[in-house]
C-alpha cells in the first residue's frame, strides 16, 4: 500500500471524528528571512493568551530555533519523538510564558512523507488531542519557498503573510504569492492569505505594503489577499530581539506591543469568518500529507 493509499484510509477514519470541537489554525511565513515572521508568531501568541486564549505554537523551521530561543526553553522533545519514539502529545509540549504551548518541529517535519499507516494514524490521533488543550494553534514555517513551507501554506486554511517595505522583501513575498496561488491544488475559496506589514515607520507605509502586493496578487494572480495590519519599527522591539526577550511581555506599552495587540485583536475579530475554514490540526496534517504523496 503506498502514501497516498494509506492517507486515503485514514482520512476516510478520521473524518467521522472531526465534528468535535476544533481549534483555529494558522501558518505564519514570510518571502525571505528577516522580516520578523517568529516575532510575529509569538507576540501574537502572547497577546491571544492575555485575551484568555489557548495558545500553541508548533515550530516548523527547520534548522532554526527563534521560538524556543524567545521562550528562554530548550525543548526535552520534538515532534520526532512523537513519531518515532512513542511520545505522547502531553510530553513533547513545552510551556513558555503565559502557559503558552510550544512544540518543537526537530526532524519529524522533514520525515513526514515516508510514514507507515500506523504512524500516520498515531500522528494525527495525537496531534488531534491539541484541539482540547488549544483553542489558537500557530504554525511558523520557514522563510521562502522551500517545499516545507509550501506545504504547510497550501494545506493551512488561514494564513499570515508578514514582509517589509524593503524591495527585496515585497519581491520574496510575491515570488511566495505567485508560487502558491498557481498551485493546482490551491483554493482560493478555502484558504484565506493575510498581510501584516512589518518594520514600517507610519501606517501609510503600512498600507503601501499591502497596495503593492495587493495590485500584483489581483491583477496577475486573479486573487483575494486580506490586509491584517502593521507593526512599526520600534527600538524597544529591536531591543528585546537582541536580548532574545519578547517584546510584548518585557515592554507591553511599546509601539510595537501594542500593534501586536491591535493584530491579535483584528485576528479575533474576524472569527465568524472563519468558521468555515475552521478544520484543526488534525486535517491540516492530513492535508500536509496528502500534498506530499502526490
Known amino acids: 500500500m503506498d502514501q497516498a493509499e494509506r492517507l486515503r484510509n485514514v482520512i476516510k477514519q478520521k473524518r467521522k471524528g472531526m465534528q468535535q470541537k476544533v481549534a483555529r ?172 506589514a512589518n518594520k514600517v515607520h507610519s501606517a501609510e507605509e503600512g498600507e503601501a505594503v499591502f497596495t503593492k502586493l495587493n495590485s500584483v496578487v489581483s491583477q496577475f494572480l486573479k486573487g483575494d489577499i486580506n490586509f491584517l495590519g502593521i507593526v512599526p519599527q520600534d527600538p524597544e522591539l529591536d531591543k528585546a530581539v537582541r536580548g532574545q526577550k519578547i517584546v510584548s511581555v518585557e515592554k507591553p506599552h511599546a509601539p510595537a506591543s501594542r500593534a501586536f495587540q491591535v493584530l491579535a485583536s483584528n485576528y479575533i475579530n474576524d472569527e465568524h469568518e472563519a468558521v468555515v475554514l475552521h478544520k484543526g490540526i488534525a486535517q491540516l496534517i492530513i492535508n500536509f500529507l496528502a500534498r506530499k504523496s502526490n
Open 25 to 196: 489554525v494558522v501558518t505564519i511565513t514570510s518571502g525571505k528571512g528577516g522580516v520578523g515572521k517568529s516575532n510575529l508568531a509569538v507576540n501574537m501568541a502572547i497577546w491571544r493568551s492575555k485575551m484568555g486564549k489557548k495558545v500553541v505554537i508548533i515550530d516548523a523551521d527547520l534548522g532554526l530555533a527563534n521560538v524556543e530561543v524567545m521562550f528562554g526553553t530548550v525543548p526535552k522533545y520534538n515532534l520526532s519523538d512523537l513519531i518515532y519514539q512513542g511520545r505522547n502529545i502531553q510530553e513533547i509540549i513545552t510551556k513558555g510564558p503565559l502557559e503558552i504551548g510550544f512544540v518543537s518541529g526537530g526532524l519529524g517535519i522533514a520525515g513526514m512523507n515516508n510514514l507507515s499507516k500506523d504512524q500516520i494514524v498515531y500522528l494525527v490521533h495525537s496531534l488531534g488531542e491539541l484541539n482540547k488543550m488549544a483553542d489558537v494553534i500557530i504554525i511558523d514555517t520557514g522563510a521562502g519557498i522551500s517545499d516545507s513551507v509550501l506545504e504547510f501554506v497550501l494545506a493551512s486554511p488561514e494564513v499570515i503573510l508578514v514582509s517589509t517595505p524593503e524591495p527585496s522583501s515585497l519581491t520574496d513575498a510575491y515570488s511566495l504569492l505567485k508560487a502558491v496561488f498557481r498551485n493546482p491544488i490551491f483554493s482560493k475559496k478555502k484558504t484565506k492569505v493575510n498581510i501584516v
